[in-house]
């Protein structure tokens, strides 16, 4: 009975009565607008949608089934892979989570180093949805330059991690090595610009009358309903629901900085692109004090049990070597228990519930990512709108199919 | 509430913390539907009979914990009972967490669906489904959902292999 269950999309019946009027469609998953690999089965009259599904599965992996057959340092390379735009909000998440269920307590400096870094990571995130929505709308031009500014924070990744996109440099127990000598160089000159590089987008699209006109009043989300769905993040403050998990059940020291949340009423399109450009200007300001201030000390909890040596200590210290052995060889084990670590994501709340058993390997990692819900909202918002008006939305609510499907 | 201390037992959550908002409303609403209860890593898990679920989710969106966040299953196999969901709920007003948690034996697991409550649960009790085989009954359109419709098995369960079956 199990295996029968369900209707097969294809086979949901049109509307009574209405067999030769509406039309079943197909967008995706091979559609340029899509974002990666969705597919929307939608039913139209005409030009108006009537309903919506949307498919999906196509790049499931099976990461969280991975993930049990790994020791605890071997996740933080997969969970790069679920979300590839926003990749070290990832991995402080997931150590974070890991760290809860250890008791780990993390330096100060490397705190701070994973705020900036989670926040340089949210603007890369940003920069690439402003992109891609304005080129949905027809507005090329924005896209060339933000990822001229994505380059930029690329080339940061880079330095620091060996690695543009997959950085895994936030690592169980701190970072994974120090950054180079001139990263808070780069990182100061590059939020430096920033600022006017917003501006300049703003320009471009702001005072667009085809961008306003596809983007006012479409897509529109009622607070009600967006809580109801799951929906979080940027969209969800766009209803005019103000809640951000920085400021709101802080962690990995958020406390210690100043930064507004950006919130609007109107729900539309128009109110998570105004919502999201302010967000990276208080992105800025947040790097801004994490460089003013940034405290003295390690990048790494002194753990030896836990966090790998440094490569000078292994070399030249029995127990370190012995440590590194054991540490890569044979994992750590971790206390049982469950624990669910929230933090707020470039595309809004992303959550890890991690459960041990007491071994080395974690018993179940499951992962709660934004776009899986915000996918959920998805018909409330094109029903009964244009067609035309479904990849307006699609663009503005953000979605990344690596972290829907998993 | 500190969060070092740790609970293990109904008696004990009862008595360290008998004005958390949740569990108030539940021992208001139906104290034998609070089968167990843990605070662990300032973490607190209630554990509700099976049968109650969805008057335990109403219960707790009344006492303003409005928002469902996620839920998921973990497979015991081969202990007994098998099969335990998790349902983690978030307040916007007392910014907090509650996880809910409901234990349920591996032969034909089913329970009912809490979308009445939380449509947003809608997704993600599809995905238990498809991956862990967990009937959920008042689902509005219980399929497969990351699998194709005509998957055999359920591959979150840890009596399926890892490399799957070739």
Redesign the interface.
């Known amino acids: 009975m199990i295996d029968t269950i369900g209707t097969p999309i294809l086979q949901a019946p049109v509307a009574e009565g209405a067999h030769d009027q509406h039309m079943i469609l197909n967008m995706g998953p091979q559609h340029p607008s899509m974002h990666g690999v969705l597919r929307l089965v939608v039913e139209i009259d005409g030009e108006i949608v009537l309903r919506l599904y949307p498919e999906i599965g196509y790049l499931h992996t099976g990461i969280e089934k991975t993930c049990e057959a790994k020791f605890y340092h071997q996740v933080v390379p997969l969970t790069d892979r679920v979300n590839y735009l926003d990749p070290l909000s990832n991995n402080l998440c997931y150590c974070l989570a890991v760290e809860k269920l250890l008791g780990l307590e993390i330096p100060q400096k490397a705190q701070w180093l994973r705020v900036l870094l989670a926040e340089l990571s949210r603007l890369n995130s940003h920069l690439i949805w402003l992109g891609t929505h304005a080129m949905d709308i027809g507005a090329l031009t924005v896209f060339l330059y933000t990822f001229r500014e994505r380059e930029e924070i690329l080339r940061i990744f880079e330095g620091l991690a060996g690695q543009r996109m997959m950085t895994s440099y936030i690592r169980i127990g701190g970072l994974s090595m120090a950054p180079p000598l001139d990263f808070f160089d780069r990182v100061q000159g590059f939020i430096k610009t920033l600022p006017e590089k917003i501006d300049e987008y703003s320009n471009l699209l702001t005072g667009n009358p085809i961008f306003r006109n596809r983007l006012k009043g479409v897509g529109y989300l009622s607070a009600a309903d967006a809580v109801a769905l799951g929906v979080t993040g940027p969209i969800l403050r766009a209803s005019g629901v103000d809640s951000d998990l920085r400021r709101d059940m802080p962690y990995s020291g958020y406390e210690n900085f100043q930064f507004k949340v950006p919130t609007a009423t109107e729900g539309d399109c128009w109110a998570r692109y105004e919502v999201r450009l302010v967000e990276m200007r208080e992105s800025v300001k947040i790097i801004q004090q994490a460089l003013d201030g940034m405290p003295e000390g390690d990048f790494k909890a002194d753990a030896p049990k836990i966090v790998l040596p440094d490569r000078e200590k292994m070399k030249t210290q029995m127990e370190a070597l012995i440590h590194h052995f054991k540490i890569v060889t044979e994992g750590f084990a971790v206390p049982a228990g469950e624990v669910y670590q929230g933090i707020e994501a470039g595309h809004g709340q992303t959550g890890y519930y991690v459960v041990s058993d007491g071994t080395a390997k974690p018993y179940r990692v499951h992962m709660r990512y934004p776009s899986f819900a915000t996918l959920q909202a998805l018909e409330t918002m094109c029903k009964g709108r244009m067609l035309a008006d479904v990849v307006a939305v699609v663009g503005s609510i953000d979605i990344v199919l690596g972290e829907i499907d998993r | 509430m500190a969060e070092a201390k740790t609970f293990i037992g109904k008696a004990a959550v009862l008595e360290a913390l008998p004005e958390h908002p949740a569990v108030k409303a539940i021992l208001a609403w139906k104290p034998e539907a609070l089968v167990d209860a843990k605070f662990?890593?300032?973490?607190l898990?209630l554990t509700i009979a099976r049968e109650e679920i969805r008057a335990a989710a109403a219960t707790v969106q009344a006492a303003g914990y409005?928002?469902?966040?996620?839920v998921?299953a973990?497979?015991w196999f081969p202990s007994s009972p098998r099969f335990q969901l998790?349902y983690?709920i978030?307040s916007?007003t007392l910014?907090?967490?509650i996880?809910l948690r409901v234990l349920l034996e591996g032969e034909a697991p089913a329970i009912d669906s809490i979308t009445s409550v939380?449509?947003?649960?809608?997704?993600?009790e599809r995905e238990v489904?498809d991956?862990f085989?967990i009937?959920f009954e008042g689902h509005p359109?219980?399929?497969?959902?990351?699998?194709?419709?005509d998957w055999?098995g359920h591959?979150?369960r840890k009596d399926?292999p890892?490399e799957g079956y070739r």
């Open positions: 662990d890593r300032g973490e898990t409005n928002f469902f966040e996620d998921t973990v497979d998790s983690h978030l916007h910014k907090e967490r996880r939380w449509p947003g649960a809608n997704f993600y489904f991956l085989g009937l359109n219980l399929r497969r959902i990351m699998m194709p419709d055999q591959p979150l399926y890892v």
